[in-house]
């Protein structure tokens, strides 16, 4: 199946803990991404990756950060998570960026900070 | 400030009827636009996207763009069940092809 995978569904933790989370794309792009979903459902762009280069990062705290491994792998690591922090994560995979292409989303994983 | 501006925040249109979603860039650097629909428990699925002038139809869907007015819709013609979803409308960044979401329309179809 060719798709974006990501893990864990849902991950519940307290303030301060760290987190990671992981994305991967059995589509054969070149570009991912990480989105935030609040709970008022509006979504923002964090980061975006072209061939395990950062290649936006749009004013995210510096408690995240993203790692590439590959251009099939995109993961998220927060450092010590804040309530604000609760929200459903989406990662999406594209071909490379400049041509407008079709983004793919995960299922995303909710993050809840108590 | 948003970069782009949907509306209604959410819409109710009997099985069968016409639905019709709107959406405004206040940025004119945004000359593609995409309708991404979310169903519950899901990640964004792209319906179509628009560049030019004028309609473009797939379907049941149907999208307009007026650049002078940056001024996008979405228009869904015999709107089923399964069409009860969050639509958004997004804007593309050209150089990263990056998505500015609107802040979404609930659209309910009754049975």
């Known amino acids: 199946e060719t798709a974006v995978f990501q893990t864990p569904n849902y991950h519940v933790t307290q303030v301060g803990n760290e987190v990671s989370f992981n994305c991967k794309q059995t589509?054969?792009?070149?570009?991912m991404y990480w989105y935030k979903q609040d709970s008022k459902k509006l979504l923002k762009i964090m980061f975006s990756y072209n061939n395990k280069q950062l290649i936006v990062n749009e004013t995210v705290p510096r408690r995240f950060s993203p790692q590439s491994s590959d251009k099939a792998h995109l993961n998220l690591r927060i450092k010590s998570v804040e309530p604000e922090d609760s929200a459903v994560y989406l990662c999406?995979?594209?071909?490379?960026?400049?041509?407008?292409?079709?983004?793919?989303f995960g299922p995303g994983t909710r993050l809840t900070v108590l | 400030q948003q970069k782009v501006q949907q509306s209604p925040e959410s819409l109710s249109v009997p099985e069968g009827g016409m639905a019709s979603l709107n959406c405004t860039s206040s940025d004119r650097n945004f000359q593609y636009f995409w309708w991404y629909r979310q169903h519950s428990g899901e990640g964004p699925k792209a319906l179509m996207s628009i560049f030019s002038d004028g309609d473009k139809k797939e379907g049941r869907f149907t999208a307009h763009l007026n650049k002078a007015s940056l001024h996008v819709s979405l228009h869904i013609r015999d709107s089923q069940p399964s069409d009860s979803a969050l639509y958004f409308c997004?804007?593309?960044?050209?150089?990263?092809?990056?998505?500015?979401f609107g802040s979404g329309t609930k659209l309910t179809v009754e049975p």
């Open positions: 997004a804007a593309v960044m050209s150089n990263y092809n990056v998505l500015y």
């Open positions: 999406a995979s594209s071909y490379r960026p400049g041509n407008y292409a079709e983004q793919f």
């Open positions: 589509l054969g792009h070149d570009t």
